[in-house]
C-alpha cells in the first residue's frame, strides 16, 4: 500500500520568507511526526498529533515554527521567516495506535530538504 | 531524559564480513529501542526494535541486536556484510511513559566494499 508521502521534496527559499510542508500519513494512522534532521545528524522531535490534537510541540525550536493537522489527516509545517540554520530535512512519520502495544512503530516518509539561502 | 549515543559515524567492511554497529543508550526507566535504515533519498525504514521480550532481536534483511542492559548497549550486527546493506544506520530510544517521542542517535554510515 502507499506510505507516507511529503511534498515538495525539495525547497529552496530566501532567508526571510515564509514555507509550508506538507505530510500525507498512511491512510488510518492516527499518529503523526514531524522531525527536524540537520546535515549528519539523527532526526529530531520536533511535534506529535494523536488525530487532529497536538498533544506535543516540545521540540519546535521556535515560535517561527508552526504545525497543524485540522481534519487528523494531512498536516502541515509551516515556518515563518525562514533563516538560514532552519536548512535541514524536514521528515514526516505517522504510526497505528495499539493501546495494548505500549509502543508504535513509526513509518517515515522521504522527507522535505530545506535549504534557505 | 533518554539519548543515544553512535560509536563511529564511518564504518566499512569488506563484503561478506560481520558488520558491527555501536549503539548505546541512556535512560533513567527501561527502554525501547529502534535500529532504522536510510537509504538515500528515501525515509528511514525499522529493521528491529526491542520492548521487553527477548533479549536477542532478529529483524529483516538478516540483521539482529542484542540489549544488553548491564551495558546500556543495543549494538546492531550482520554475519555477512552484502552490497546492498550501504546505508545509513541510526539507533533510537523511546520509554513507555512517553512512547511516541523517539530520541535518535546521530547515524553510522555503512560502506560496503567489494
Known amino acids: 500500500g502507499a506510505g507516507v508521502s511529503q511534498s515538495p521534496r525539495y525547497k529552496v527559499a530566501k532567508r526571510g520568507q515564509d514555507v509550508a510542508l506538507r505530510c500525507d500519513p498512511i491512510s488510518g494512522h492516527v499518529s503523526l511526526f514531524w522531525y527536524q534532521q540537520a546535515l549528519g545528524q539523527g532526526p529530531e522531535f520536533l511535534t506529535y498529533f494523536q488525530n487532529e490534537a497536538q498533544l506535543d510541540k516540545s521540540g519546535l525550536p521556535s515560535d517561527r515554527f508552526f504545525a497543524e493537522r485540522p481534519e487528523g489527516s494531512v498536516s502541515t509545517l509551516k515556518i515563518q521567516r525562514t533563516q538560514q540554520e532552519d536548512s535541514a530535512v524536514y521528515l514526516c512519520?505517522?504510526?497505528?495506535?495499539?493501546?495494548?502495544?505500549?509502543?508504535?512503530?513509526?513509518?517515515f516518509g522521504p522527507g522535505t530538504r530545506l535549504t534557505v539561502l | 531524559a533518554q539519548s543515544v549515543t553512535q560509536l563511529g559515524s564511518h564504518v566499512s567492511v569488506s563484503e561478506g564480513a560481520l558488520v558491527l554497529l555501536r549503539c548505546n543508550y541512556s535512560s533513567s526507566v527501561p527502554p525501547y529501542l529502534f535500529w532504522y535504515v536510510q537509504y538515500p533519498n528515501q525515509g528511514l525504514q525499522l529493521l528491529l526494535k526491542y520492548t521487553s521480550a527477548a533479549t536477542l532481536v532478529k529483524g529483516i534483511n538478516g540483521f539482529e541486536a542484542e540489549f544488553k542492559k548491564s551495558e546500556t548497549s543495543f549494538h546492531l550486527t550482520k554475519p555477512s556484510a552484502h552490497m546492498s546493506d550501504a546505508a545509513e544506520y541510526f539507533c533510537?530510544?523511546?520509554?513507555?511513559?512517553?512512547?511516541?517521542?523517539?530520541?535518535f542517535g546521530s547515524g553510522t554510515k555503512l560502506n560496503v566494499k567489494p
Open positions: 533510537a530510544v523511546s520509554v513507555w511513559w512517553n512512547f511516541n517521542k523517539f530520541y
Open positions: 512519520a505517522s504510526s497505528p495506535f495499539d493501546r495494548d502495544l505500549g509502543y508504535n512503530e513509526q513509518f
